[in-house]
């Protein structure tokens, strides 16, 4: 979720541009900044996605991490995704406030991940366990996405910087949001970390 936080702000604020969507404070919307962060991007994208990966082919926590040069490919792709978007033309650019606001924010996430990953080392790697629940709620996602991409298209939208269908907009909000409940609830109720 930590780094998700980290690199799912990068992204909002300068690929999508809609952390500078008004209204703003400090040049920021914040509103769908945290959402977009913690549901989209932590829960969604980083949690159920990772344990589906997991559920696949479960990780092992021997195998080699990435290279130096694997870590400078990843970042310089990263930073060309970022420069075409910025590029564009299509997309919020953000104040230089808003800007600031946004690297000041991703520095004291990445402390905080940073710090975290620190404290929280472990001398054994866990073994990942399939969660019923998990299970469901990963293949329940993907079927629902499906749908509402194969299926509800009759009613495009503009919405900000992206062309999306609004019915399915909706529904894909709703149910995020409803998944990352459940997922909390979930960690909280078994008190067991979900394996990522």
Known sequence: MMLSFVYGTIYCAFTSGLAFINPTFLGVAWGPLILINLVWWGALQAVLCFYLANWFNPRDWNHARLSKFGWIGCIAGTVFVLFLFQKSGVIPLGTPLGRLTVWVIV???????SISFRKNRQSKSPAFVKSRLLTILSFATIALFLFTAMFLTHDP??????????????????????????????????????PV
Not at 162 to 188: G, K, M, Q
């Open 157 to 194: 939208i503009q919405a900000n910087t992206s062309n999306v269908n609004s019915t399915s907009l909706r529904i894909i909000s709703s149910y995020t949001l409803i998944l990352s409940i459940a997922l909390l609830a979930y960690r909280i109720r078994s008190k067991k970390s979900i």
């Open 107 to 113: 520095l004291l996430s990445g402390i905080v991940c």
